[in-house]
């Protein structure tokens, strides 16, 4: 069910502490965190502690909860000096998403290309 922890959820562990992560900030709704494999000198997720399964889904199910994510990733943002940043949400398998609770990359500290690829 939307918004219950999933016991097979990797970010749903590390919300309840279960599974160590570099948490850089965390408020009653999310939690901010390094990427385990950076592929930038920042490179941060932030999710929501409630477990939706990509960005599609949370905006259906909670505007407020999805303008926190977006709150935040500003704030990582701004905690990490970055003048320019970038933040992506993977949509499913075929956009790169490998975990499937909604998470949104926060991305800086280096030239970003475009197209992303």
């Known amino acids: 069910m939307a918004g219950e ?3 097979d959820c990797l970010f749903c562990k590390i919300v309840a502490g279960h599974i ?3 948490i ?4 009653e709704t999310t939690v901010a965190f390094r990427d385990i494999n950076p592929q930038a000198p920042t490179h941060v997720l932030v999710i929501p502690k409630a477990h939706h399964r990509d960005a599609a889904a949370l905006a259906e199910a909670d505007p407020t ?3 926190d ?3 935040e990733t500003k704030a990582v943002a701004e905690e990490d000096k970055l003048e320019s940043y970038r933040v992506v949400f993977n949509t499913g398998p ?3 998403q490998t975990v499937f609770h909604v998470h949104a ?5 280096r030239g970003m290309q475009w197209p992303p690829g």
Do not use: K
Request: aromatic letters at 0%.
């Open 5 to 7: 922890p999933q016991d």
């Open 20 to 22: 160590p992560a570099t």
């Open 24 to 27: 850089v900030r965390e408020t």
């Open 65 to 67: 909860l999805t303008a």
């Open 69 to 71: 994510v977006l709150r």
């Open 94 to 96: 075929g956009a790169g």
């Open 105 to 109: 990359h926060v991305l800086g500290g």
